[in-house]
């Protein structure tokens, strides 16, 4: 099972996007998603996070701005990404624990580039 993200581009800052991510069968049991960024030449770091239970985590950056969001049965999580800003410019990573066969496993996404101009 991977996870293929998809929905990131070139925007004018003060723009929208929404990422979208999702497994490439359903799984039966998703425990928390999120997402993930990583400029050039910074550490990848968390952008957003939701659990099993819809509860949310936003990294100070991207609070009020961006949305997290999920669809269990079709293993997808979604962001949406307003008033963008030239500093969120990063591929994004979407992340996932899936029980796959009788083990948990922690995948991540292929990455999509969002880049935002000034």
């Known amino acids: 099972v991977q996870l293929q993200a998809s929905g990131g581009g070139l925007v004018q800052a003060g723009g929208s996007l929404r990422l979208s991510c999702a497994a490439s069968r359903s799984t039966f049991r998703v ?12 550490q990848r770091e968390l952008v957003a996070v939701i659990t099993s239970g819809g ?14 969001s999920r669809d269990n049965a079709k293993t997808a ?9 030239p500093e969120d410019t990063a591929v994004y990573y979407c992340n996932a624990d899936l029980y796959i066969g009788t083990d948990w496993y922690n995948r991540w996404g292929q990455g999509t580039q969002v880049t935002v101009s000034s």
């Open 31 to 42: 425990n928390t998603m999120g997402w993930y960024r990583q400029a050039p030449g910074k």
């Open 77 to 85: 999580v979604y962001l949406q990404m307003n008033s963008l800003k």
């Open 55 to 68: 509860s949310t985590n936003y990294a100070d950056s991207v609070k009020g701005r961006f949305t997290i």
